[in-house]
């Protein structure tokens, strides 16, 4: 029997201009840049990770900028929301701090009973802001967002499909339950206690389909505690004919990947080892981390990434 998924490990997306996005979610989102390093499948383009302050699972956005790349489209088979927690009675605080910095945004609305407003990146990719509940977590320090208003973790994503049977059923055997719905709209639930614990599904039969490239997502990570549960989930998935990847270590959490029936590429990530592996906690994001097989070509690999300004505050403990 595989172990339940708790909910979401990260969320990957495709950006263009690396700067761009390094300002967006650490100078406006506040989010920490917990690790710095390249696509490991591509050592010729970043891999941001930013998250709280410790970079836990299930408070992580990753991003591989690929300036100049073509326009994503979202359509059946993406994902089409990507949306971050903030402590109950936060939002007036990010509506004032969007409007202050002219940023557009959409809202306040409300869904399934929490209130919540959109904006875009600025790569065009939808991001919710909810207000959910807790406050507690391991904010970032020298975040420019106030604790008490940071974001604390994903909330949930969305994925729009022609249709969401197959998923939803997926969804129900990963452990998660179904357990709210409006609309074309259904909402599955992870461990309540997770961070990232929602995953809605939006059916739309005429929807065209989209293109994953910049300002899309190019995949969801779910959660699994071990080496162990990631190898049953991958036995289990392969039985179903899914067609699950090997294993492939990414240094901070070991990966699967396989497509839902819906289309959306799916990994199961593994908690540990976590961010820490390689840097202290308080140093997290402050330098280009390579994995051991890329070092020998660090210097080579430094000199081809287009340059990066690190705002001061990222690489100075308070
Ligand atoms: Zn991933």
């Known amino acids: ?51 709280d302050g410790l970079g836990r699972p299930g408070t992580l956005l990753t991003f591989f900028p690929h300036p100049g790349g073509y326009q994503g489209r979202v359509g059946a088979g993406q994902t089409s929301a990507v949306a971050l927690a903030v402590p109950a009675g936060s939002l ?49 320090s020298n975040s420019p967002v106030p604790g008490e208003h940071a974001i604390r973790s994903v909330h949930s994503v969305t994925l729009l499909q022609k249709q969401v049977g197959a998923t939803g059923n997926l969804l129900s055997e990963m452990g998660f339950t179904e357990t709210s719905g409006e609309e074309n709209r259904t909402r599955f639930e992870g461990d309540p206690h997770a961070f990232g614990r929602y995953v809605d599904l939006i059916e739309e039969p005429q929807s065209a389909a989209g293109r994953v490239a910049v300002g899309s997502v190019h995949h969801v990570a779910f959660r699994t505690e071990s080496d162990l549960s990631q190898r049953e989930w991958r036995e289990k998935l392969s039985a179903e004919q899914y067609g699950v990847s090997p294993v492939m270590e ?69």
């Not at 990947?257 to 199961?268: A, T």
């Not at 990530?269 to 070509?297: F, N, R, V, Y």
């Open 1 to 51: 029997m595989s172990k339940p998924i708790p909910g979401i490990h990260h969320v990957t997306m495709i950006a263009g201009s690396p700067q761009t996005n390094l300002d967006f979610y650490t100078k406006l989102l506040g989010m920490r840049l917990v690790k710095l390093t390249v696509n490991f499948d591509d050592p010729g383009s970043y891999h941001f990770y930013y998250g």
């Open 92 to 140: 007036d605080y990010w509506i004032d701090r969007f409007a202050a910095e002219a940023v557009d945004f959409d809202g306040p609305h409300e869904r399934f009973e929490e209130q919540y407003i959109s904006l875009k990146d600025p790569d065009g990719l939808t991001i919710e802001i909810f207000e959910s509940g807790s406050s507690e977590g391991e904010t970032w």
């Open 250 to 318: 990414r240094d901070y959490f070991k990966s699967i990947y396989f497509r839902e029936p819906g289309g959306v590429l799916f990994e199961i990530a593994t908690d540990g080892p976590g961010m820490s592996i390689d840097e202290s906690p308080e140093g997290l994001g402050s330098h280009l981390k390579l994995p051991e097989w890329l070092e020998p070509q660090r210097e080579k690999i430094e000199k081809a990434l287009p340059p990066l300004r690190l705002p001061s505050s990222l690489t100075e403990a308070k």
